[in-house]
């Protein structure tokens, strides 16, 4: 089956920074590669998503870039702000069901 | 619209006692999936279903059943919980399977002592 891997675990960056989360998967047919956001006490939200036949993809501050070769894929925050700080994970879909990466923990400091 | 609804917010049990818990959605979706969710492991998927009257395991289904009688509506049950059981539960509901946004319930805090 699918096995996401999710580092770091835990990222502090000084507000006004770039952030980068990066994540493998080991299933070849995966083809669907979402992001989430969970703020603390809250339930994860979808924040961009990215397919197999697309490269990179861009939303305001954020973008998430796929390399399907090396399988990884990447989610940049540019110009963080202390509203994106949360627990962000990825997930990887192989057209069976989702499976996430363990999670990454973002502080932004002011 | 009230997106994906889980029953109930918090629950304390007792190790061996049982119980149910509700997950409703209001966005006509076919697929509904029951993950569990502990520090630094993520969300693991429990069981699955691909429409009304289906169920699928997932990662870690042990312990736990599912039904699915009506389409909106997607039951976790736990027949005699043990402590392992103690995690935050979120129930989550996707249009077309896992190629299209997962919406997820507001999750459901369990204790078993």
Redesign the interface.
Known sequence: ?ENVE?HP?TLSVQEGDSAVIKCTYSDSAS??F?WYKQELG?????II?I?SNVGEKKDQRIAVTLNKTAKHFSLHITETQPEDSAVY?CAA???????????TRLSVLP | NAGVTQTPKFRVLKTGQSMTLLCAQDMNHEYMYWYRQDPGMGLRLIHYSVGEGTTAKGEVPDGYNVSRLKKQNFLLGLESAAPSQTSVYFCASSPQGPYTEAFFGQGTRLTVV
């Open positions: 089956g999710q675990s083809n669907y979402p809250k339930r994860p939200q979808l998503d397919r994970f879909s192989n057209g069976q069901n989702f499976v996430f990466g363990p999670g």
